[in-house]
């Protein structure tokens, strides 16, 4: 498993529970962060486990969200999100099996690694630090 590009100086950021609501999130989620962290910290690889697996399938941008009269449409798109720390130089992994328990005929993104469950975790000494966002 080919997960670390600098030598144990990467850290492992694992986000287990996806999208916890639109309005809440519509300016800052753990996406975000991450990319913050990737660039403060020298490294990042990202694990999505659980329910956050979903943000790795490839599907379109979520729909504006319509409350009443008034539309939403500033809804936090964690596709957008993984593809750009993809794009700058973070490392994604998604457990499989917990994907494939979606049953969701789509695929994931273009550049996410998937991972047996436990996989990743075997790796967790290799890493500088290891934290859940």
């Known amino acids: 498993m ?11 950021a694992i986000v287990e529970r996806g999208y916890r ?18 660039r403060q910290l020298g490294g990042l690889d990202i694990l999505l486990r659980g329910s956050a697996v979903t943000y790795a ?6 729909p504006a969200l319509r ?19 993809l794009a700058a130089g973070v490392g994604v992994w998604v457990e499989e099996p917990a994907l494939a328990a979606l049953g969701s005929p789509r695929r994931p993104l273009p550049g996410i690694r998937l991972a047996q469950e436990g996989e990743v975790a075997a790796h967790w000494k290799d890493y500088r630090a290891v934290f859940f966002l």
Not at 2 to 12: A, C, F, I, K, Y
Not at 73 to 82: S, Y
Request: net charge negative.
């Open 21 to 38: 609501g639109t309005l809440d999130k519509q300016f800052f989620d753990e996406l975000y962060l991450a990319t913050e962290l990737h």
């Open 57 to 62: 399938l490839d599907a379109p941008p979520p």
């Open 2 to 12: 080919d997960h670390r590009s600098s030598g144990g100086q990467r850290v492992l």
């Open 67 to 85: 409350i009443g009269a008034r539309t939403v449409d500033t809804v936090t798109d964690p596709r957008a999100g993984l593809r750009s720390l």
